[in-house]
């Protein structure tokens, strides 16, 4: 399969690029960049390695994303491999270049970055993580619901230390986007689970688990469901031509 | 043929020719961006032939005066809040606070020379950048710091430097050795030379 790997920056990078040539911050964010960028190169290239297509990674000042071509009943397994990739492929650098460099601030940098990524919110690799271990256990809707509202909790938690403790602008900035972030996924929702449904109306999956459920909403993911005594794919079929004809 | 299929394919048609459009679009948006630069200097130009005073200001601020990072960032700092994600550990931090001591002083070039103990170690004076490590005629082994008031201070004939190149130092850590006896001292803000007592009060 041919992979074309796009590598994008965004528009606020450039802005903090301005920011860091007039506060001559160049050698501490040239081994901060270093750092996002193998982060973001770890998940592109275990999803190479698992066969994902890669669409794009795109740079923002403080981190960065990695966009796959995924189907939403991919496996849960593998979406886990190419989270952690990302955080091990940031430690192993940050060892590399610990040979070479001996300033302390390369390691303040690298834990802020690490454990900023690993926090329960739901756009960071934390959220998502949690988000995945969770829909082992709930429904694909539940899981979904109690990340939001952990990612809600911490976030909120976060903006008030902010405010009271530690006062610093660049920082109030990133949560409030990551604030809006979570405010889309919510709105995006709905469509991602029509397009789970669609999915599994349109390719053969092969789970080995099977269910019996009674609401089309409380899907499992990795799981094969009954629904009114019936196959979940004629469920499905009768579900989306009621759709068109009304 | 069906007649949304025809249409769908007449909707296909019109996208090739829109990334044609957006390659023209690309390249248009280029040159434009040229000429507005080219207008904007013929512009500063005329004006400078025109007005003594805008001359004036142009050379000073922009040929001469050079931007002050350390002073920047300071700024930043105080009101802001640090730029990058920072972390302090403060036990693997080297432990070196001490003030500057000398025997006496006297001028030298632009800056002065102070009489020191062999070898003595230089502490910072006043916390900064590094913007310059190397050899200047007359001074010897040197390194710039650029400090958060503006001030930039030449430490000159010195032995092991512990710096590199801008790196952030603080007021009171270890700069490096002395060779031989004395300490050459530069104050310089924007190419004027601050007198010793004025910096240094005690």
């Given at each position: 399969m041919k992979t074309i790997l796009k590598i994008k920056l965004d528009n606020s990078f450039y802005f903090f690029l301005l920011l860091i040539l007039l506060t001559g911050l160049f050698k501490e964010f040239t081994f901060i960049f270093v750092l996002l960028f193998f982060h973001e190169l770890g998940h592109a290239m275990m999803g190479i390695i698992l066969k994902w297509q890669v669409i794009s990674i795109t740079f923002y000042p403080y981190g960065g994303k990695t966009l796959f071509n995924k189907r939403?009943?991919?496996k849960i397994n593998e979406e886990i491999l190419i989270l952690l990739a990302g955080p091990i492929s940031q430690i192993i650098t940050y060892h590399i270049l610990n040979i070479f460099f001996s300033y302390n601030y390369i390691y303040s940098y690298h834990l802020t970055i690490l454990i900023f990524n690993l926090l329960?919110?739901?756009?960071l690799d934390g959220g998502k993580l949690v988000n995945l271990l969770l829909n082992k256990i709930f429904n694909y809707l539940t899981s979904f619901y109690i990340s939001i509202i952990l990612s809600f909790l911490t976030l909120i938690s976060l903006i008030i230390f902010c405010l009271f403790n530690y006062q610093n602008l660049n920082l109030f900035l990133l949560l409030i986007f990551l604030f809006f972030k979570i405010i889309k996924s919510i709105k995006d929702i709905k469509y991602a689970y029509q397009r789970f449904l669609l999915e599994r109306y349109l390719y053969d999956f092969k789970f080995k688990k099977g269910k019996i459920t009674k609401?089309?909403?409380a899907f499992y993911k990795e799981c094969y469901h009954y629904i009114d005594f019936q196959d979940e794919k004629k469920y499905l079929n009768n579900y989306f031509c009621q759709n068109k004809n009304s | 043929m069906d007649p949304a299929v025809s249409k769908f394919l007449d909707k296909d048609k019109n996208k090739n020719k829109k990334e044609k459009n957006k390659k023209k679009n690309f390249l248009m948006s280029f040159f434009n961006k040229i000429l507005v630069c080219i207008i904007l200097v013929i512009i500063c130009l005329i004006m400078m032939k025109t007005n003594s005073n805008f001359k004036e200001f142009v050379s000073e601020k922009i040929f001469k005066d050079n931007i002050s990072f350390a002073y920047l960032n300071n700024l930043y700092n105080k009101y802001f809040g640090s730029i990058l994600p920072s972390y302090k550990n403060s036990d693997t931090e080297v432990v070196f606070n001490e003030k500057l001591e000398y025997f006496e002083y006297n001028k030298y070039l632009d800056g002065y020379k102070l009489s020191v103990t062999t070898s003595y170690l230089v502490p910072i004076i006043e916390s900064g950048i590094v913007v310059y490590i190397g050899n200047i005629d007359n001074y010897g082994e040197s390194v710039i710091i650029e400090g958060i008031d503006g001030v930039d201070i030449w430490y000159s004939n010195?032995?092991?430097?512990?710096v590199k190149l801008y790196d952030y130092v603080n007021s009171g850590d270890y700069l490096g050795e002395v060779k031989g006896e004395d300490l050459y001292l530069v104050f310089e803000k924007n190419q004027e030379y601050l007198k010793f007592e004025d910096y240094i009060k005690d």
């Open positions: 939403e009943n991919s329960p919110i739901l756009t609401n089309i909403y | 010195l032995e092991n430097i512990s």
